[in-house]
């Protein structure tokens, strides 16, 4: 059963903290993805890595950096956690080819800035 | 620019009525188009995708989508809702171009009365 798994359901963190998101996937994907999640907003991409220590921006990169040193992990930071980033954080890989692949999902992080 | 849109954040059937949830896109070159269903604290399950060839595509647990080049559309349907269908639903699209990372409508909460 393919699989990726986010490595907290929930977090709490103070504002100014450095939080780390950790995702691994088990497929031997090329792409993975850190979507943000939040009401009526739909999911919006942050960041996505095609390749080992390769990046690209998302939509909305502002406040976040992500590595990946393994092709089967993918973290996500936050530098100086702030308020408005408490939302639900999704990762995601796909294999290539590009476009039509599916990309699947980890079970999301709720991470709450307090 | 690219984007997708979903009409109705909120869309509430009976048992047994028919499902109809529906996504529009914005682009200028062939997509790839994609539904995914979100249950309470889950990540997303692929419900089924268009690659191009036949335009009517069938998913799992009895949903099924038509492309419509022609209204640029890929609206969602399933001919009798069960109460298990209540769900955070999400059209998304991709291209050939772009690495494989989706872009995300704003989802429909799915309610299904008894």
């Known amino acids: 059963d393919v699989k990726v798994t986010q490595s907290s359901r929930y977090l709490v963190k103070r504002t100014g903290e450095k939080v780390f998101l950790e995702c691994v996937q088990d497929m031997d994907h090329e792409n993975m993805f850190w979507y943000r999640q939040d009401p009526g907003l739909g999911l919006r991409l942050i960041y996505f890595?095609?390749?080992?220590?390769?990046?690209e921006k998302g939509d909305i990169p502002e406040g976040y950096s992500v590595s990946r040193e393994k092709k089967e992990r993918f973290s996500l930071i936050l530098e100086s956690a702030s308020t408005n980033q408490t939302s639900m954080y999704l990762c995601a890989s796909s294999s290539r080819p590009f476009g039509g692949t599916e990309a699947f999902f980890g079970q999301g992080t709720r991470l709450t800035v307090v | 620019a690219q984007s997708v849109t979903q009409l109705g954040s909120h869309v509430s059937v009976s048992e047994g009525a028919l499902v109809l949830l529906r996504c529009n896109y914005s682009?200028?070159?062939?997509?790839?188009l994609f539904w995914y269903v979100q249950y309470p604290n889950q990540g997303l399950q692929l419900l089924l995708k268009?690659?191009?060839?036949?335009?009517l595509v069938k998913g799992i647990n009895g949903f099924e989508a038509e492309f419509k080049k022609s209204e640029t559309s890929f609206h969602l349907t399933k001919p009798s809702a069960h109460m298990s269908d209540a769900a955070e639903y999400f059209c998304?699209?991709?291209?050939?171009?772009?690495?494989?990372?989706?872009?995300f409508g704003q989802g429909t909460t799915l309610q299904v009365k008894p």
């Open positions: 268009y690659t191009s060839a036949a335009t």
């Open positions: 890595s095609y390749d080992v220590k390769m990046k």
């Open positions: 682009s200028s070159v062939p997509p790839y």
């Open positions: 998304a699209v991709s291209f050939s171009s772009n690495t494989g990372k989706l872009i």
